[in-house]
């Protein structure tokens, strides 16, 4: 194994996998990347770090985060040192995300029809019945190729011994794939002859393959569909991302009142009149999208849009209720949903999760709460979390105490030791902990996965929170042949 001098003081952290280096040195996929920066100084590596600040903030990649009601928009913390994954461990993820969406969709056409999971008893119904994001409205609705997992992002982490567990599934409007594209970009521009010497896979054709399903959902009434972008407005956290997916893939961004329904037909407003449009890729939340069906205070979403849909008259991406599908407590019988449907052990394997709606499960929680993560199970962006062991007594006090009142709202798991990579901070290398979204396609075609996908990271040191809302940031993600 070849020894690197700019990496000598680079420390493990005990019990932590590292992404790049073992007890032994430096890991195999990692070696040529390294070998370019052998003989770098750190003037240099803080020259390119600095650019790469410039140029996200020249490019205005930002993300929004809300306290105290007003939002404040930060720039997205970029970490120039790329996490780098091996073709065969690549091919191993790809597989197990293929197969968790195709039994992730059948089970959301299923609970939506026969529910002939809840009838043989592999799910209780009433776990399914006190989602707060299963939608009664979408039962018996005919949707298009029967996908409702159109875009999908599954968040992976890695124990300390390397292997990989889902941690959740995000399958309603999931987000990030815009800084996983201008992460490539920034990367070309700080290490433009080591992208095509490592070989790294490209990942700059999502857009194309999101627009090619887009359209192939659109084709059922025209042979030229109208495809637009749907969002809440510049003041949504993703906004940044709307526009970015909306220029790259040539399409109208628009917001609730650009479109509005006649005779269950959408169209959209223009300066030469209106314009039947076929494709919504919606980025606003079901309870938003239609004021006469869900939430009536709602300025965000489209008046009859639901019954457009309903007919048949408009494709929506992704589809309504799948938020019954990422629910945290759902989450647990994933596994049970894969070997149901598809008579498959799973590939990935979930996280330990103990259900707090079972008595015996949330005795043994409340007893070792100082070494569970407790999520709320409708709760996200590092939201709504108790960390057990950096929890003060207060805390564990307050959490249990809300579990015993409302056990539903909770589930619990082990503390996984998230494994790290190496990050440019303080002018020296440093391990961070990171975990990984990739961003999944499915259409009539079947699933699609662009290799590479996000890495998210916990600057602050010693956490394990990757959360941009948390304190994150996010580094490029290498697949390497």
């Not at 209780?124 to 994001?133: E, Q, R, V």
């Not at 192939?216 to 993703?238: C, E, K």
């Not at 996965?449 to 994150?472: D, F, H, M, Y």
Request: overall charge negative; hydrophobic content about 40%; aromatic content about 10%.
């Amino acid at each position: 194994m070849t020894d690197f001098d700019f990496y000598n003081d680079y420390s493990l952290i005990s019990g932590v996998f590292d992404e790049m280096k073992s007890e032994d040195g430096v890991r195999k996929h990692y070696e040529l990347f390294m070998a370019a920066f052998q003989n770098i100084n750190s003037d240099e590596m803080s020259i390119k770090d600095e650019l790469a600040k410039k140029l996200f903030l020249t490019q205005g990649i930002t993300f929004t985060v809300y306290s105290s009601g007003e939002g404040i928009e930060k720039i997205f913390p970029f970490d120039i040192y790329p996490r780098i994954i091996q073709a065969a461990e690549w091919e191993f993820i790809e597989s197990g995300i293929k197969q968790r969406l195709k039994a992730l969709n059948i089970f959301l056409k299923d609970v939506y029809s026969h529910q002939f999971i809840i009838k043989d008893g592999i799910i209780p119904a009433s776990l399914i019945y006190s989602c707060p994001n299963y939608l009664r409205e979408m039962m018996n609705v005919e949707v298009p190729f029967n996908i409702y997992t159109h875009i999908s992002g599954i968040d992976l982490i890695r124990d300390h011994d390397g292997s990989y567990y889902v941690l959740e599934d995000n399958l309603r409007t999931p987000s990030g794939v815009s800084y996983m594209l201008e992460n490539r970009s920034i990367s070309y521009r700080l290490f433009p002859n080591q992208i095509p010497e490592n070989k790294v896979r490209p990942v700059s054709d999502y857009p194309d393959l999101l627009m090619k399903n887009l359209l192939a959902l659109g084709n059922r009434h025209t042979s030229r569909p109208t495809v637009v972008l749907l969002t809440p407005g510049i003041y949504n956290s993703a906004y940044f991302e709307h526009t970015t997916l909306a220029r790259l893939m040539g399409i109208e961004l628009v917001e609730g009142r650009d479109l509005v329904v006649d005779n269950h037909k959408v169209y959209m407003r223009t300066t030469k009149g209106l314009k039947r449009v076929d494709v919504i890729y919606r980025r606003v939340d079901d309870e938003f999208l239609d004021p006469l069906i869900f939430r009536p205070d709602s300025m965000l979403g489209v008046p009859g849009i639901y019954h457009a849909y309903r007919k048949g008259n408009v494709a929506i991406i992704n589809a309504m209720g799948n938020g019954v599908a990422d629910d945290k407590a759902v989450y647990a019988y994933v596994p049970a949903m894969i070997k149901y449907y598809l008579n498959e052990e799973p590939i990935l394997k979930n996280v330990p999760t103990l259900r707090m709606e079972n008595d015996d499960e949330r005795a043994h929680a409340l007893e070792n709460l100082h070494q569970m993560v407790v999520k709320r199970t409708n709760e996200s962006g590092g939201y709504g979390m108790l960390i057990g062991n950096t929890a003060t007594e207060k805390e564990l006090k307050e959490f249990a105490e809300e579990i015993q009142k409302s056990p539903r709202q909770f589930i619990a798991q082990p503390i996984i030791s998230l494994s790290s990579a190496p990050c440019y901070i303080d002018g020296k290398l440093q391990p961070r902990r990171v975990d990984l979204r990739p961003f999944a396609l499915s259409g009539p075609d079947g699933v699609e996965i662009v290799p590479g996908g996000l890495t998210r990271v916990a600057l602050k040191e010693g956490s394990i929170v990757v959360n941009s809302s948390q304190g994150g940031g996010s580094k490029d993600t290498w697949v390497v042949d």
